[in-house]
């Protein structure tokens, strides 16, 4: 049973970076496209970036786009989200998601999409 495993998250102040790992386990990641998704409280769940299998096609939220960059490492079996610029407003839980199928280079916006899930990571951003 493939596991997802998401860490790298914390507090930081308004204009950090931060960069969360989420390790595939029990399988390997070139099966897989990844996604990022994140929920603040009281909030419902929101797409932030994703990436396709063969990492030659990726898509980022609005609310993020030229701050937070997605990518994948075959060899380290692990998909990154890099968050430069940090708000108050990205302070959330920040889950990875996979899921098999699909071509090369599709990549997935909605989280019903996924079949696999990280545990969740919380990113806090003070001002």
């Known amino acids: 049973q493939v596991q997802l495993v998401d860490s790298g998250g914390g507090l930081v102040q308004t204009g950090d970076s931060l960069t969360l790992s989420c390790a595939v386990i029990?399988?390997?990641?070139?099966?897989?496209?990844m996604g990022w998704f994140r929920q603040g409280a009281g909030k419902e769940r929101e797409f932030v970036a994703a990436?396709?299998?063969?990492?030659?096609?990726?898509y980022s939220a609005n609310s993020v786009k030229g701050r937070f960059t997605i990518s994948r490492d075959g060899a380290k079996n692990t998909v990154y989200l890099q968050m430069n610029s940090l708000k108050s407003e990205d302070t959330a839980v920040y889950y990875c998601?996979?899921?098999?199928?699909?071509?090369?280079?599709?990549?997935?916006?909605?989280?019903?999409?996924?079949?696999?899930w990280g545990q969740g990571t919380q990113v806090t951003v003070s001002s």
């Open positions: 998601a996979g899921r098999t199928g699909g071509g090369d280079h599709g990549y997935y916006l909605a989280a019903n999409e996924y079949d696999y």
């Open positions: 990436i396709s299998r063969s990492g030659g096609s990726a």
């Open positions: 029990g399988d390997t990641i070139s099966a897989y496209a």
